[in-house]
């Protein structure tokens, strides 16, 4: 992952849980990275691509446990051919994430 991807994590999270039980970018990379890496690594060549006609640059929409919505872009930086895996740079992550309090996770969801 990027210093990039870090940083603006933290900007948006920051680094503490908040006062009412806002998650902070260490819970989001705890609890819902896992599963943007699993997407990136299983459905990479399915996520719809961030630059028009570049097929290395991908992104992920995604809801999630904290975060109501997010968004991760990544950039593929090396093609190892059928017998190995391709490595994926997480650059950046979303614009905004609308954070949850960790009672609201908690909270049924109404369908």
């Known amino acids: 992952m990027s210093e ?9 999270l920051g680094t503490t849980r908040g006062p009412h039980g806002e998650p902070s970018s ?3 990379l705890v609890i819902e990275l896992p599963a943007v890496v699993e997407r990136f ?6 996520l719809p691509e ?3 006609g570049v097929p290395a640059a991908r ?4 809801t999630g446990v904290l975060v109501s919505a997010s968004v991760v872009y990544g950039i593929e930086v090396a093609d190892g051919g ?4 391709n490595l994926v ?4 992550a979303g614009a905004r994430f609308e954070r949850r309090t960790l009672v609201e996770r908690d909270a049924p969801v109404a369908v």
């Open 4 to 12: 990039e991807f870090f940083r603006q994590l933290d900007n948006q």
């Open 26 to 28: 260490t819970d989001y």
């Open 41 to 46: 690594t299983s459905d990479f060549d399915s």
């Open 50 to 52: 961030f630059v028009a």
């Open 59 to 62: 992104m992920l929409v995604t």
């Open 82 to 85: 059928s017998n190995a895996w």
């Open 89 to 92: 740079k997480l650059v950046r």
